[in-house]
């Protein structure tokens, strides 16, 4: 299919961003000048020397000093200099940048919801322990679990919970174990967190096909294996089909499986972890269930398990009663806190939200809709831009440079750089570790046809470029608000805030 | 049913055959049968946005206590501040909020830049010359101030103050079961750190509330020299919006500033996301937690902004690396350089000011009531505890009858331990923020006095 098979509906995703340095908010400060307003309230002013001891007291802190209105130009000119979701597509590879229903930001706006404090009694909060209460529900009924708990900020925050409860399970059986096996493609975050979680990495190597390797997988377990951790689909984006064999060669020494939940929106309403055969699950709802990015946070990372870890899960969790009302409970041999309140509650709404917009019907049909155009593109492109393994993929598809780079010594990372010229964002690069010059492209499911021929289409100029001009990729991208900046100097020569800065 | 999905039926059968596939099932051919869910998932039929928004208005009024309901008098770590329209309009612009991080720094200069601005504001406010740009929670800044500090010295022991928040020493304990931390908690005596009470041999952080969580402001000199002593890091967990009176955590002597950063323009939220502050010492950059913006230049010699010191993360050092952070609060960071623009270097010395003020007009007229007593005699800043002559949250329960949130009872922060105070089911933490107004305070202490009477 091409965009004139398609007729209709341009698209469009070449943002006009602004090219200016912009001042730091301390450069336009003038002493003296504020913006602040406060309520008036009649407090006698009493001198702080008189409520404090000397001791104690401090300078004030040098703030920029600005106008609201200075605030405004400044804050809006940097928005002008940063590529987002609503500006264009966003095809960056494992972290599914779709599309965030603005409805949402409404329903986590309502006083009712974002003017509660923490600390109120489960008295008068009744309404967000029902909400918690019918996430976990339904976080459970899509990962197949039977209970979760909420509080993990993000899917790293996840993980360390998860590596816990595997601990805690193993101890309360008297079983010291030493070991976690992770695939070779995983994300970073895996083995920093086993570390955390007080094991020790063992890797399991990928087989030709970018499958965890059954032969290498039964050399690596033992009995003092915990548990693997695995991401399915993995990180190359594909599905692990000998899931089930895996499940039990580790079940059989004893060992938990570990699902890494940061692709469950390629298989949400097609197939359950639970039925995989794992035992503890996280979700990225920032990525699943579509809650904005934020720039790099907030997300959340609930972690949701099987039966014989509820005991463990972390407290307090909100509870249904048989009176109709709502409790905060914790578990018997609970592992205890892993967040300062209750998790990142308005995002945990959000995704809510979104799951109950969608159905279940909705929610199989984002799965159907990411693998669609993830395999389309990855078809489309496969003349320039080969897949890594020639197979089908799910939600995303890893691409390689490879050809580019023996051909004309263009590499993955001026693709990604001169497709920001062409209006849209990078894939991931270098990213899983085993392919080389990879380039991961996760188009997803809110993206239309035209839009996909228009990345493609992208690719093709930049592959013509790669032959006539390869030096303007290694120059690329030029339109952007900034060019190629010099990461080494940045921390060569540390400058990190503005009293580091030696400003002219 | 109600999607974002924009294919046609038209179109889908195109791509589909481009494919050489019949249907979207197709797709998952490869997956084994026995595993693919059969009847789809239990979660209910989709609806529209506007039926789901009602569904959301009946949780919203099911929550009594919300900061227009009732007038807000609870802190504990979480406040009721003003965020004026022009922060909210502001940090809700979807440039920002539709984002991710900022890995192509040529199109994401808008996101650095305000973080390097947080940056700078943080390191001001900690007088601590590195900060990071953000962690999740007060709580995740502690944990990994005590991972930093047990890197640095190489030992596994830290000394903390009962004075710390005690969810944030509760979520330290369990992360401590994976590094195999020991953490040895000091009680408080009169709100305030019974320091001659622990042995610091090898510890490798000695961890003080600056204020604490009975808003006592202690002497932090003591922790220091006590650190200093047995050659650990000083830790101060200290509040944004105090720390705009009070003496800065670098200026104390602290290594490591770690704070909660609600107060800097997030709502109460009921709890997140929030947003955890951490600054450090020059001396710990190389083993500092999550992400950093540095500033550079780009190919044209022009000022850009990218994300430094890459090699400590763990998408690169993996099992070594010292903390798993990979998505942080960015959004919430870039709310707090926008709300610390907005107050500027005169407001936050008044917000910080003017609940100084509350409280101790306040508290001075409430300790007068029968009944109520002050939990210690020591200096306090914008946060007092109180102990009453009944349970804190039965008292809790009443206010709200007549439209107090009256504070934070102690037992439901800590159960029935006592390291922060002698039956905490009797004390009760009260805050007072720049919202409060001199009518609102003699409410209270009217209210209370009937309570506490009746």
């Not at chain 1, 698209?11 to 336009?28: C, D, H, K, N, Y």
């Not at chain 1, 100029?461 to 290694?474: G, N, Y």
């Not at chain 2, 009443?398 to 009872?409: D, Q, S």
């Not at chain 2, 105070?421 to 923020?433: G, Q």
Request: charged share 20%; aromatic share 6%.
């Amino acid at each position: 299919m091409t965009h004139e098979a398609s007729p209709g509906g341009r698209a469009a995703s070449a943002p006009l961003m602004g090219r200016e340095v912009e001042p730091t908010l301390f450069e336009l400060s003038v002493p003296g000048r504020t913006a602040y307003q406060l309520r008036t309230t009649g407090v006698p002013a009493v001198p702080l020397e008189d409520l404090l001891p000397a001791e104690h007291l401090g300078e004030e802190v040098a703030l920029p000093e600005v106008s609201e209105r200075d605030l405004v130009g400044h804050v809006t000119r940097l928005t002008h200099r940063q590529f987002s979701v609503d500006l264009g597509a966003y095809p960056l590879g494992s972290c599914t940048m779709k599309y965030n229903p603005k409805f949402a930001d409404e329903i986590v706006a309502n006083p009712g919801l974002s003017g509660v404090h923490p600390g109120a009694p489960a008295s008068m909060t009744q309404g967000w322990l029902e909400l918690l209460v019918t996430l976990e529900e339904r976080l459970c009924a899509i990962t197949g679990m039977v209970a979760a708990t909420v509080q993990p900020a993000a899917g790293a925050a996840g993980e360390l919970t998860g590596l816990l409860l595997m601990r805690a399970y193993h101890r309360a059986r008297g079983d010291v174990r030493r070991r976690v096996l992770i695939p070779d493609s995983a994300h970073g975050t895996n083995p920093a967190s086993v570390t955390l979680g007080g094991y020790e990495v063992t890797t399991v190597a990928s087989n030709e096909r970018g499958l965890v390797d059954l032969d290498a997988l039964h050399a690596a377990l033992g009995p003092d294996v915990a548990g693997i951790m695995l991401t399915n689909p993995n990180t190359v984006g594909l599905f692990e089909e000998e899931i089930r064999e895996i499940a039990e060669a580790v079940h059989g020494v004893g060992g938990l499986l570990y699902y890494d939940g940061a692709n469950l929106n390629a298989i949400v309403g097609v197939v359950r972890p639970g039925d995989m055969g794992f035992d503890i699950v996280h979700m990225n709802l920032h990525k699943t269930f579509a809650t904005p990015h934020g720039g790099g946070g907030p997300g959340a990372g609930p972690v949701a398990v099987s039966s014989r870890l509820v005991d463990f899960l972390p407290g307090p969790r909100a509870v249904a009663q048989s009176d109709g009302t709502y409790a905060w409970a914790t578990p018997a041999h609970s592992i205890g806190r892993v967040h300062g309140w209750h998790g990142n509650a308005l995002v945990l709404a959000r995704a809510l939200a979104y799951i109950e917009v969608h159905g279940a019907e909705g929610l199989t049909r984002v799965a159907q809709h990411a693998v669609l155009n993830a395999n389309w593109l990855r078809r489309r492109v496969a003349d320039i831009l080969p897949a890594a393994y020639a197979r089908p993929c799910m939600h995303e598809c890893v691409l390689t440079a490879t050809p580019l780079k023996r051909a004309y010594g263009v590499r993955g990372l001026d693709v990604a750089k001169a497709l920001l010229e062409e209006g849209f964002h990078s894939p991931t690069v270098y990213f899983p570790l085993i392919v080389d010059e990879a380039l991961m492209f996760e188009p997803t499911e809110t993206e239309s046809p035209q839009t996909l021929e228009a990345l493609a289409r992208a690719l093709e100029r930049i592959a013509q470029r790669a032959v006539v001009d390869p030096e303007s990729l290694h120059r690329a991208p030029q339109s952007t608000p900034v060019s190629r900046v010099d990461e080494a100097l940045a921390a060569r020569h540390l400058v990190t805030t503005e009293d580091a800065a030696s400003r002219q | 049913m109600a999607d974002y999905i924009p294919h046609t039926d038209v179109e889908v059968a195109a791509m589909l055959d481009f494919l050489g596939l019949e249907s979207l099932e197709d797709l998952f051919a490869h997956i084994p049968a026995a595993l693919r869910l059969s009847g789809g998932l239990d979660v209910g039929e989709g609806r529209s946005e506007p039926d789901v928004t009602a569904q959301f208005a009946h949780y919203g009024a099911a929550n009594r206590a919300t900061t227009t309901t009732l007038t807000c008098f609870a802190g504990a770590g979480a406040y009721d501040h003003e965020v004026p329209a022009v922060v909210r309009a502001l940090a809700s612009r979807s440039e920002f909020v539709t984002a991710y991080t900022p890995y192509q720094p040529e199109v994401a200069q808008g996101v650095l830049q305000a973080l390097f601005e947080y940056q700078s504001m943080v390191s001001r406010l900690s007088g601590l010359p590195i900060a990071n740009a953000s962690l999740y929670d007060g709580a995740a800044a502690l944990v990994e101030s005590l991972n930093l500090a047990s890197a640095a010295t190489r030992r596994g022991r830290v000394v903390i103050s009962a004075g710390v928040h005690p969810h944030w020493r509760a979520v330290a304990r369990t992360f401590a079961q994976g590094t195999g931390h020991e953490i040895v908690e000091v009680p408080l005596d009169n709100g305030v750190t019974a320091w001659s009470r622990v042995d610091a041999t090898d510890a490798a952080a000695v961890v003080v509330a600056y204020p604490n969580v009975l808003g006592v402001v202690e002497d932090v000199g003591v922790a220091r020299d006590l650190a200093r002593a047995h050659g650990a890091l000083l830790v101060v967990a200290g509040d944004p919006v105090s720390a705009g009176v009070l003496r800065s955590a670098g200026s104390w002597g602290a290594d490591v500033f770690v704070g909660e950063g609600q107060a800097l323009g997030t709502a109460l939220s009921f709890g997140g996301p929030y947003l955890g502050l951490f600054a450090c010492t020059v001396d710990q950059v190389r083993r500092l937690p999550g992400r950093i913006v540095g500033e550079s230049v780009d190919a044209e010699g022009r000022r850009a902004f990218v994300t430094t010191l890459r090699a400590r993360e763990q998408d690169i050092r993996r099992e070594r690396a010292t903390s798993n952070v990979c998505t942080n609060q960015t959004l919430m960071a870039v709310t707090a350089a926008v709300q610390m623009g907005w107050l500027g270097r005169a407001g936050l010395r008044e917000v910080a000011t003017r609940g100084v003020r509350g409280a101790h007009y306040l508290h001075d007229a409430l300790v007068r009531l029968d009944g109520v007593s002050a939990v210690s005699d020591q200096p306090f800043a914008r946060e007092f505890a109180l102990r009453l002559a009944r349970p804190a949250a039965g008292v809790v329960e009443a206010m709200a009858e007549r439209g107090f949130l009256a504070g934070v009872a102690l037992d439901s922060l800590t159960g029935p331990d006592e390291s922060v105070a002698t039956h905490p089911e009797d004390v009760l933490v009260v805050a007072v923020t720049e919202r409060r107004t001199r009518d609102e305070l003699d409410a209270y202490v009217a209210a209370l006095g009937e309570e506490v009477a009746s």
